[in-house]
Structure formats: C-alpha cells, structure tokens
C-alpha cells in the first residue's frame, strides 16, 4: 500500500473509532510515537507500546462531544491531518483539543507519529 492508501485507510479507521485496529493493521513493529516535550509518553517505540498508549487514552474518555479529522495531506512517504476533539475525560473534565498529527510511511506501515499541538 502506498502512503495514500495508508493515509485515508488511517483516517476512515479512526473515524470509526477502530483506533486501535489501526494501529494492528497499519503500523510497523518497530514504529516511533512522540508527543510534544515533557509530555507523559513523550516518545515511545514500539507497535505493542503504542498501542498500550492509545487504549489508555482511549479508556480514560467518558464522552466525545464532537471529533473531526481532515483529510489527509500527503508528500512523498509523509502525510498529516489535523484534528480537533471535544472530549470529556475521567481525571480532568471537558477539554477541546487540535492538533496536527504527521506520520512517515515505509512499505505500506507507519513507522513513525508525531502529534504537534498547543500546551497550555
């Protein structure tokens, strides 16, 4: 699968709320994950890790109020989207989130996620 398939194959996956399906069928065994600086899980390595860390967020949502992500833009074996959630979570009550997310694509899996957004 080129960067395209695995770009919009990501997006609907996601948008189904099968994130972590994705990860399974879209992301390489040795895939790097990082969030922005002093961030907990700030990078992370590993397809089962990432994993681990997306079914915790995912665990500690009590409602989604709305959620959008665009439509990807690809170059090359990168592509990014932008997203933006109204969530409201277990330990800290209703927040809006956006954020840019960009991933690099090496025979058709994702081997690498950075998540790039506001820290305030």
Same mark, same amino acid.
């Given at each position: 699968?080129?960067?395209?398939?695995?770009?919009?194959?990501?997006?609907?996956?996601?948008?189904?709320?099968?994130?972590?399906?994705?990860?399974?069928?879209?992301?390489?065994?040795?895939?790097?994950?990082?969030?922005?600086?002093?961030?907990?899980?700030?990078?992370?390595?590993?397809?089962?890790?990432?994993?681990?860390?997306?079914?915790?967020?995912?665990?500690?949502?009590?409602?989604?109020?709305?959620?959008?992500?665009?439509?990807?833009?690809?170059?090359?074996?990168?592509?990014?989207?932008?997203?933006? %959630?109204?969530?409201?979570?277990?330990?800290?009550?209703?927040?809006?989130?956006?954020?840019?997310?960009? %991933?690099?694509?090496?025979?058709?899996?994702?081997?690498?996620?950075? %998540?790039?957004?506001?820290?305030?």
């Amino acid at each position: 699968m080129n960067t395209w398939g695995v770009a919009k194959k990501w997006k609907e996956m996601c948008e189904k709320g099968k994130n972590l399906e994705c990860i399974n069928e879209l992301y390489a065994d040795n895939v790097v994950s990082k969030e922005m600086p002093g961030m907990p899980g700030e990078s992370i390595t590993g397809k089962q890790n990432v994993w681990n860390k997306n079914k915790e967020w995912l665990d500690n949502v009590v409602e989604y109020h709305s959620s959008s992500i665009s439509a990807p833009i690809v170059a090359g074996n990168h592509f990014s989207t932008k997203m933006h %959630f109204d969530i409201t979570f277990k330990d800290r009550g209703r927040q809006q989130l956006e954020e840019l997310a960009v %991933f690099e694509v090496k025979d058709g899996k994702i081997t690498n996620e950075q %998540f790039l957004y506001a820290m305030e």
